[in-house]
């Protein structure tokens, strides 16, 4: 009866997708049976062409990884060719580079409650909360300069200061925000009707996050404990930690749970920062050539680890930048968890971990007739070897 | 009643063309309201008009697979439906142009006939979204009609009449809504669910199903289909104001009253989460039949009692 | 578990005026720090060309008519800017500086969106072709 099965095609074009991805849904009535999806769809060429640029131009390429999270790939680039060069950011350099990153976090998850709530046809969540996050847009313009892609980075330190003028404006910011966050905590935690959608569904177990990798707010829904920023502290988080947030039920209402009340520890870091903002330079200076090596950096988007491996070569551009973001390791969960589930759940699951396609496209594999699809990890590695010989 | 009137009160007043432009401005008071309440600006007054005219002007696609002769056929159905249904109906607080002895059951199924169309020009393509759409669109039909009609059965056994115009006058001396709340309420929801605004628009909700059956309509059929949900939304605003709010006498209660219930709709429509198909035939038949069969029943025993 | 928790914005939202702004009719006071469009100052430039070289898009020509007398022509692509500010940051004479007050930037032609700043006549002389467009820059 295969012939019979009614697949539901959702992208690369549709509305639930704010981006192109590509995922078939087998439905039986509204009951999903099984999904696969198909990524690549905005394949940029980004690691190759950081390769081809020196490692000042590389840092504004990379940040164009993605648009919502875009000082997050600047800081891991940042942090990883600084230790390449041996060089630190000063002190106050990396307290702004945490401030930036903190407020694009704010930034990103309001982002999400709204983009989460609409997908659950809550449009009036969907608009306020993006009508907040105006506020903390207007608060990075005004720091960086930028809406979007801030820039506020250079290699070495930042580019913009964060002075007493700044400072205020942020703290009138952050507690318009914080007063609206508990609002909104509430609504995502005891709206009857918006928890008809979000409450038991998509449940992920600890032991499935675990095994499927998943990293994030989406794994700390899970009571999965995992946070780069705790785990491998990196600009002023050892000082200055965050708490952990964490929920244990690992369904939808967790993942809103989760990702709201990260919003209070974000609040809560840039105030304990701005007041304790030391002084000092912006910047360091850095070698524009960088000896051979290679290293790892690690930083938490704010979708969940964010992983680059920069390679010098003693040139004054990489040899190779690898990234993986976070979308990746989240995607397979959408899968497994829309299984069983109704086919109006699955925008709302498919939302709950966040996704950014565009983040996520690395490598695309053309489906050719007769090619296999599934490879063994002999095979994977005899591919990577004979590809690089 | 001579032909000219008849044909005056068929295409122009009070049916026809004047209930179309009436349908649209509730429809733009609609979205404006709903912009408001989250704090957006919302469409300018001549916003439906011009998405209208532009449909009419588009070309229409046939898509490949569809029974030409329906998928043309079904939207000038859907709206003679609801445009024969507000003839019926006391719009802007006038007599009804034509009046019958039961034309209350009459009325309801005309305005079901716009459903109807919409579902089964989702089934006619072949678009996977569309059908999925259709089937959501005829559930959601079988589970809203029921309660909907005991909801105005109601007040037609108050009144002891199935004319409309009788209950309506009936209904002009007191407000059944504090006799019979119950019923007001399962009418006012039962016209959303209708309607398909939020939370009932599972069947064309976007992120799912881009926009249910009607997807593949473009052009003229997508207009006349929203404006035969325009008139539906003026007549079905008539009926429970009549019914239920001391009676639509003059223009003014008429539009008082129907706009009153509007920004009843439009709040309820910001305020609530879209339901899951499954969850609004649960919705239905668990409370909304039940209750009103309740109140139905206590109707039917009071009136035995008091005769 | 309560229903309606958000009726309190909504009917803040009906009284009070909408949070849309009206763009084109009302402006926003861009912040101070807002970067608009790159200005260039000639007066300590040394002509070194590295905020051409660190320009992730090559939105930066600095043409070298005579480095002796300082005649330097600077071309820049408003269309290609992605206001990093990174010449900013790289030119160690802080002659460069993005303006807060100049972001409407579109333009229905292509050419208004390359800019020349510099003297008169060597913009006149690079225009007539004097390096022709797009050379190799100065280093």
Known sequence: MASEKFVIPIGPQHPALKEPGHFEFNVDGEIVTDASVRLGYVHRGIEKGAETRNFVQAEYLVERICGICSHVHATAFCLGVERLAGVEAPPRAQAIRQIVAELERIHSHLLWVGVAAHEAGFDTLFMYTWRDRETVMNLLEGITGNRVNYSANVLGGVKCDIGPEQAEAIQIGLNFLEERTRHYLEVVSSDAMFLRRTRGIGVMTREDAERMGVVGPTARASGVPRDVRIDAPYLLYAEHPVELVIEEAGDLEARFKVRVRELFESYRVIRELLTALPEGELTARIPRRIKPAETISRVEAPRGELFYFIKSNGTDSAERVKVRTPTLPNMASVLALSVGHQLADVPMILAGIDPCFSCNDRMAVVKRNGDEQVWTWEQLRQYGIEYYR | ?307 | MKVMTMWRDALDGLVKSPATQRYPFVRAVAPDRLRGQLHWNPESCTGCGLCAKDCPAEAIEVIVLDKKAKRFVFRYHVDRCTFCAQCVASCRQGCLEMASDAWELAATDKDDFLVHYGAEEDVEAVLAGAPAADAPVAE
């Open chain 2, 1 to 307: 009643m001579s032909t000219l009137t008849a044909l005056m009160a068929l295409l122009f007043f009070p049916g026809g063309l004047i209930i179309l432009l009436v349908g649209l401005a509730y429809e733009w008071a609609d979205r404006k309201l709903v912009a408001r309440f989250q704090n957006r600006i919302g469409p300018r007054w001549f916003q439906p008009l011009a998405d209208i005219v532009k449909l009419l002007a588009k070309e229409e696609v046939v898509p490949q697979g569809v029974h030409p002769g329906l998928f043309v056929t079904l939207p000038v159905i859907a709206l003679s439906g609801a445009l024969t249904a507000a003839l019926y109906v006391p719009v802007f607080g006038l007599a009804p142009s034509y009046s019958f002895s039961g034309d209350l059951i009459v009325t309801v199924y005309l305005l079901s006939l716009l459903t109807l169309c919409t579902g089964l020009a989702g089934a006619n393509t072949l678009n996977r979204f569309s059908l999925i759409g259709a089937t959501r669109t005829l559930t959601q039909l079988f589970s809203y009609e029921a309660p909907f009609l005991l909801a105005l059965l109601g007040p037609a056994l108050a009144a002891g009449s199935w004319r409309i115009s009788a209950i309506a006058d009936y209904g002009a001396d007191r407000w059944l809504i504090l006799a019979q709340p119950v019923g007001f309420v399962v009418a006012l929801i039962g016209l959303m669910g209708k309607l398909e605004l939020p939370p009932f628009d599972a069947p064309e909700a976007e992120t799912e199903i881009v926009a249910g059956a009607l997807t593949e309509y473009s052009g003229r059929g997508l207009a006349l289909f929203r404006l035969g949900k325009g008139v539906e939304l003026v007549v079905g605003l008539t009926l429970v104001a009549a019914f239920y709010l001391g009676g639509v006498a003059n223009p003014i209660a008429f539009f008082a009253k129907t706009l009153a219930l509007l920004g009843v709709l439009a709040g309820l429509q910001s305020l609530l989460a879209r339901l899951r198909i499954d969850q609004t035939v649960g919705l239905w038949w668990r409370y909304g039949t039940i209750l009103a069969l309740v109140q139905f029943l206590i109707l039917i025993v009071w009136k035995g009692l008091a005769a």
